[in-house]
């Protein structure tokens, strides 16, 4: 397993790895820097795949506690690329330590299939994104328009498709111009996603004569929070206990989307008009912002305003317990991919307030399912206090048990479906790993 270093990305692969290692077919190797092993060490434990260290190097700006994405200034991106892909002789000596049967490999190294593929090792494209907001991708990026594209439920506004055909992209070694980077065109057979094909089939399938390739997908691959467990968050757990069923919304951003003191100050009015709803909000600043402070970025006597019916915390948050929490009834979100799976893994409805790339998709998508409402805006394309309130306010009361019912409806087939669909993962990748053997005996 050799995923981005992101934790977008490193835990799913993990999930799958813990799953994979569960049957009596697969002995797993989940390969990252130092860094990000320390923070899923216990979280890997229990299934007990084996964590390798990948050597990267480390520049002065670029030290090996910021080889990863947690915590890294925006601007020192390009120089984790960078140093990821000047890694290869680390991760070679890897593929000739461990020999494996096979190589699943993430969206940023497709140089990492060409080396195994030297070895004789085939490799499989895992990608952690969903199947619907992919398949337009790919139709976009291999048609150069949105037009033919059979799915009207999805689309970007002209302006963002422009900016996906300028010029200007990530520097990844050995990419071509097959979509994304030439991945699935050298993932062996067929290609991994992190999706239900019950709940995204005919975008799977759309995917899949888009890049010639069977597309398998994985399942939710949600991951547990226990091994986060941490004073802060059993006072939010209690909190939580004390709220009616269904009576409170859920606000984060992901770890790696963060609002400005005026993007914060719309939120907060659109809880404010929203007086009957329970909230629980978590705030995140960049890591080169971390001397801002909630209580400063709060509109005054927000607080006072809200007592009793809402809770702000400032950091990290167990989301996956959050939303599987019976008194959160929905989850305003920034709309990233591991998001959007829980919250319809855990049968919460979404107010979308999609902010960047592929999140529109997303945000469309749970619309298109009838789980999801979205955040209208303004003339300048702007969240604002009122048009936030009113899509709570759509999810909480006016249209709660139309959405909620959808919702359980999708977690239910999700759920049921989940361990057929790690089968099917691991027969075909034990497939790939057979014929490889054949072929070179």
């Not at 209690?238 to 606000?251: F, K, M, N, Q």
């Not at 809200?306 to 948050?317: P, T």
């Not at 998001?339 to 529109?360: D, H, N, R």
Request: aromatic letters at 8%; glycine letters at 6%.
């Amino acid at each position: 397993m050799f995923p981005w270093l992101a934790h977008g990305h490193i835990f799913p692969y993990l999930q799958l790895s813990k799953h994979l290692s569960s049957t009596p077919h697969f002995t797993t190797y989940l390969c990252s820097t130092a860094v990000n092993l320390t923070s899923i060490t216990s979280a890997a434990a229990a299934a007990q795949p084996h964590l390798i260290e990948l050597h990267m190097p480390s520049p002065p700006e670029l030290p090996p506690h910021l080889h990863t994405t947690k915590n890294l200034p925006s601007h020192l991106l390009p120089t984790l690329i960078k140093s990821f892909q000047e890694s290869t002789s680390s991760f070679s000596q890897i593929l000739q330590t461990l020999n494996p049967d096979l190589l699943i490999f993430d969206v940023f190294q497709p140089w990492a299939p060409k080396l195994a593929s030297s070895m004789g090792i085939p490799s499989v494209y895992f990608s952690t994104s969903g199947a619907s907001s992919i398949s337009y991708l790919h139709h976009l990026h291999t048609f150069g328009s949105p037009a033919g594209f059979p799915f009207p439920a999805l689309s970007l506004p002209e302006a963002e498709i422009a900016r996906m055909r300028s010029p200007v992209r990530p520097n990844i070694k050995e990419a071509d111009e097959d979509y994304p980077f030439g991945n699935y065109r050298v993932s062996t057979d067929i290609a991994l996603v992190k999706s239900s094909r019950y709940v995204e089939e005919k975008y799977v399938n759309y995917l899949s004569s888009l890049c010639k390739k069977e597309i398998v997908c994985t399942g939710a691959l949600i991951a547990s929070d226990d091994a986060e467990e941490r004073d802060d968050q059993f006072k939010v757990i209690e909190w939580l206990d004390e709220r009616e069923v269904g009576s409170t919304i859920y606000i984060s951003f992901g770890s790696e989307c963060f609002l400005s003191k005026e993007q914060i100050g719309e939120v907060a009015k659109g809880l404010l008009l929203c007086d009957d709803v329970n909230f629980l909000w978590v705030v995140r600043f960049p890591f080169e912002e971390r001397e801002r402070r909630v209580e400063e970025e709060l509109p005054v006597g927000f607080r006072e305003a809200v007592k009793g019916r809402g809770l702000v915390v400032e950091g990290w948050a167990a989301q996956a317990r959050i939303l599987g929490h019976p008194s959160v009834g929905g989850f305003v979100s920034h709309c990233g991919r591991s998001s959007i799976t829980e919250s319809l893994y855990f049968g919460v409805p979404v107010v979308a307030m999609a902010m960047k790339v592929e999140q529109p998709l997303n945000a469309q998508l749970v619309v298109e399912l009838g789980v999801g409402v979205e955040v209208g805006r303004d003339g300048n394309g702007e969240y604002v206090g009122e048009e936030i309130g009113r899509a709570i306010e759509k999810v909480m009361v006016v249209e709660k048990e139309g959405l909620r019912s959808r919702a359980r409806g999708l977690s239910e087939v999700m759920r049921e479906k989940e361990g057929e669909e790690v089968s099917e993962v691991a027969r075909q990748l034990l497939k790939i790993c057979v014929k490889n053997k054949k072929m070179v005996a």
